[in-house]
């Protein structure tokens, strides 16, 4: 397969090259933030950078931007892909460039109050605009961080500047069309339609849902019953005798205590592995898991709090704008500076996992970011609701730090030499479609003979495929949700629920 494009980037590397900033103690007196404070500062900053886009003034706009760092996040709106641009300078050209395609018209609109948010000391607001081509409704987002002049007088700046195509006037959503009837394709092997989409899971059904307000035909197509995973990670699983199976055809105990089984090795510590560990604990079940590798634990109270999803308890598509405005190395920054503030309150709370054996990090690691195991990981991480105690309390066996190598015939055999007995094998070994070029030419076809005319073979879709997930440089996750450099009308979508939700409109649109 070619080298990947667009080359892999570091997460974390690039977080300690761009760390969150710093604002001077004795900056912003906060007793004066409250009230409309925030909502005037934000206007007066918004009508200087409209101003200046309005000028095409380069200098202008670049004083716009906070000088030590600044961002520009966007999506579709004036670049039509999903780009995130640093530094004032960079920003402000590639934003007349910009401009001059798409055409702004009119100014840039606030859109109701400012929030303060005292820890960081920023301010964020809302805005909206309009494009002339193609004629469409957008929305933005500034981030504003105080600095004072040289007279002493506090000017914010925009540190994250996001923008975001909206609406398409020539093809506005509608919702009533949802309620439309599906075209019937029961036993029909030919038909056109406008999008083909592969897979019929959340972000297939979320796509759909998208196009199909925007009036645009599609049609879902899944082979599978259910999730696809990596079954086992080593042959000759004829010679064990007794039932193993990946954690995507896992049912419920029952499912095994029907076929006699007491015992069983769950492969993996991360958050398939905890819930099975849990489930089968509760059914009277004896699991041990077998952990390849440390695994980042993070209670479920930190990912809940308000400063980070739950933020969502005060409404969704507000959520949604705060968290997808925000570039992804920024997002990952506030994260582990909440979860590193959070454990520092507590920094022995899995000190008894621990001493139990389990090899865990917690988020008194300053390597643990979250976003890291989301995005670059896709996964290698516990959201814990519980059942580590388990483990703390020795009620469930744990072995650490080992691989397994092979089958026997009462269980596996480990790169430690030693053996494990169980009557069933979990794998929570994850998914194969985290770099989806791996599996592309196979869902596609590859290797079974048909009559393609002229059209490109499953291989070479595959080979032409940006790779998926990861950063690229800019910091935008990779070869999702946008178009691929080498290959047009060709689309990937996928992650988490609010991707599915987020992105289904940014590729529809």
Not at 172 to 200: A, H, R
Not at 261 to 288: C, M, R, W, Y
């Amino acid at each position: 397969m070619a080298a990947e494009y667009p080359p892999l980037a570091d997460l974390r590397k690039m977080m300690a090259e761009q760390p969150l900033p710093v604002v001077a103690p004795g900056t912003v007196d906060q007793a004066s933030m409250a009230g409309e404070e925030p909502t005037q500062q934000a206007r007066a900053a918004l009508e200087r950078f409209s101003a200046a886009l309005v000028r095409d003034d380069a200098q202008a706009l670049v004083d716009c931007f906070f000088r030590e760092q600044a961002y520009w996040k966007d999506s579709l709106a004036l670049t039509y892909h999903l780009r995130t641009l640093t530094t004032p300078g960079v920003i402000a050209a590639s934003l007349l460039e910009t401009k001059k395609l798409r055409g702004i018209a009119g100014d840039l609109r606030a859109e109701g109050a400012a929030q303060y948010h005292a820890g960081l000391q920023f301010v964020s607001s809302d805005f909206t605009f309009r494009t002339v081509s193609p004629a469409a409704s957008c929305s933005g987002k500034i981030f504003l961080l105080p600095t004072r002049d040289n007279n002493g007088v506090v000017k914010w700046k925009i540190w994250v500047l996001s923008t975001r195509l909206r609406s398409l006037d020539m093809h506005p959503e509608d919702e009533s069309l949802l309620k439309g009837p599906s075209k019937p394709l029961d036993g029909v092997d030919d038909f056109n339609t406008d999008v083909f989409i592969i897979g019929g899971g959340n972000a297939a059904v979320a796509l759909a849902a998208r196009l199909k307000a925007l009036g645009v035909e599609s049609v879902m197509s899944e082979r599978n019953p259910q999730a696809t995973g990596i079954a086992s990670l080593i042959k000759d699983e004829n010679v064990y005798k007794g039932f193993s199976l990946h954690s995507s055809q896992y049912k419920n105990p029952t499912q095994l205590k029907e076929k006699g089984v007491e015992s069983l090795l769950i492969i993996g510590s991360a958050n398939t592995a905890f819930d099975i560990l849990q489930d089968s604990h509760e059914a009277g079940l004896k699991p041990t898991m077998v952990v390849r590798s440390d695994t980042y634990i993070v209670p479920v109270e930190y990912v809940t709090n308000p400063m980070s999803l739950g933020v969502y308890n005060f409404g969704v598509e507000a959520a949604d704008r705060l968290l997808f405005s925000l570039p992804v190395t920024i997002d990952a920054a506030l994260g582990r500076k909440l979860f590193a503030a959070l454990a520092g309150t507590e920094p022995d709370r899995y000190k008894p996992l621990g001493a139990a054996g389990f090899p865990v990090l917690d988020s008194t690691d300053k390597d643990c970011t979250l976003m890291h195991n989301l995005v670059e990981r896709a996964g290698g991480h516990d959201v814990d609701t519980g059942a580590t105690r388990l483990i703390a309390e020795g009620m469930a066996g744990v072995k650490t730090n080992v691989e397994p190598l092979a089958f026997t015939e009462s269980g596996l055999r480990f790169s430690d030499d030693s053996t494990l007995d169980a009557d069933a094998i979990v794998w929570c070994t994850g998914f194969r479609d985290r770099d989806v070029r791996q599996v592309a030419a196979r869902i596609l076809g590859a290797g079974q003979s048909s009559d393609r005319g002229e059209g490109m073979a499953p291989e070479e879709i595959a080979a032409r495929m940006d790779a998926t997930w990861g950063l690229d440089a800019e910091g935008e996750i990779r070869g999702m949700w946008k178009r691929h450099l080498h290959l047009d009308n060709f689309w990937i979508m996928g992650g988490y629920t609010q991707q599915h939700r987020w992105h289904s409109s940014t590729l529809a649109l």
